[in-house]
């Protein structure tokens, strides 16, 4: 296996590129403070999505294979934030494709298995307690799928209680990259995800001119993303999803108001983590201007 690259950014190069100026300088709001900021060393991390084998040995292919991903998703941005072009459903399906990638690979998202699979792993120590509506109202709660929740309620019913309670502390004891329990396998969670934009509306968002889109290092809500969100593409479009109002899921394009641009901003701003990134200091003064407080 191939071990190499440590320079992880969750938010894709290319991505970050598209809000540089005509000079290729990008600049980044961090606390109160605008710098040029260069996309290599921006959104990214140590590491993230190196997994091991039962020898604990490290390997880049999960990194690897977004890599791929992201060749194919740059070229689909590309396309969309061409001025004037017009969307097919098969741009749609692969932009539901592209987000939900995103929507699963970011840092805070991959943190939450292992705290997930403890929860899970203590509400199985006490199957033998409830019955299965109990563990069922419980288990929805944790996040487990609603289909899988009789045949896990079943199987736990037949493990002595105390075999699940020996389980349940070698599983505290896990490391979060252990093979066992890997963080990166919330990355399985695209398909899923995918499923529920495939069936929003979505449009394509014109800056009005003379303004900017800004992006934030979460570009994403990290909840609820079913009851609409949006996000920029590029410093001059921006997708928003809506839930579907009929049986045909749309894609169509237009201009946004000076009202959604600014919402658009002000909500990257909100959810980012620890920089905003835009074409020009104007932007991100104008930003500061809008929330007129410091968050970072």
Same mark, same amino acid.
């Given at each position: 296996?191939?071990?190499? +690259? ?26 109160? +403070? ?16 190196? !997994? ?5 040995? #490290? ?14 998703? /740059? ?24 987000? $939900?990638?995103? /929507? ?11 705290? +997930? ?26 996040? &487990?799928? /609603? ?11 037949? !493990? ?22 890997? &963080? ?22 014109? $800056? ?10 979460? #570009? ?11 996000? #920029?593409?590029?410093?001059? &479009?921006?997708?928003? /999803?809506?839930?579907?109002?009929? #049986? ?33 200091? !104007?932007?991100?003064? $104008?930003?500061?201007?809008? !929330? ?5």
């Amino acid at each position: 296996m191939s071990f190499e +690259k440590t320079n992880h950014h969750y938010v894709p190069q290319f991505w970050q590129k598209k809000f540089r100026d005509d000079k290729n300088t990008l600049y980044g709001l961090k606390g109160s +403070k605008i710098d040029v900021v260069s996309p290599k060393n921006e959104m990214r991390g140590d590491w993230i999505y190196t !997994v091991f084998d039962n020898h604990w040995n #490290p390997s880049d292919e999960i990194e690897n294979g977004l890599g791929k991903q992201e060749t194919k998703i /740059a070229a689909l941005y590309t396309k969309l934030i061409t001025g004037g072009y017009q969307p097919t459903p098969i741009d749609r399906d692969e932009l539901c494709s592209a987000l $939900a990638l995103q /929507a699963c690979r970011h840092p805070d998202i991959l943190g939450r298995v292992p705290k +997930k699979a403890i929860e899970l792993g203590e509400l199985l120590t006490q199957v033998h307690d409830l019955d299965f509506e109990e563990f069922k109202i419980k288990a929805i709660t944790i996040g &487990v799928d /609603a289909s899988e929740i009789d045949s896990i309620y079943k199987e736990a019913q037949a !493990v002595p209680k105390d075999n699940l309670l020996k389980e349940f502390k070698i599983l505290e004891g896990l490391s979060p990259q252990d093979p066992q329990l890997p &963080v990166q396998d919330a990355l399985k969670a695209k398909e899923n995800i995918c499923r529920s934009l495939l069936n929003m509306d979505l449009t394509l968002l014109d $800056a009005p001119q003379g303004l900017e889109y800004v992006l934030g290092d979460t #570009p994403l809500p990290q909840t609820d993303l079913s009851q609409g969100f949006s996000v #920029p593409l590029s410093k001059l &479009v921006a997708v928003k /999803a809506q839930p579907s109002t009929s #049986p045909q899921n749309t894609i169509i394009r237009r201009q946004a108001s000076q009202q959604e641009l600014e919402e658009i901003n002000k909500a990257q701003w909100e959810n980012a983590l620890e920089i905003v990134i835009a074409s020009s200091k !104007v932007t991100l003064e $104008a930003l500061q201007n809008q !929330v007129k407080f410091q968050k970072f």
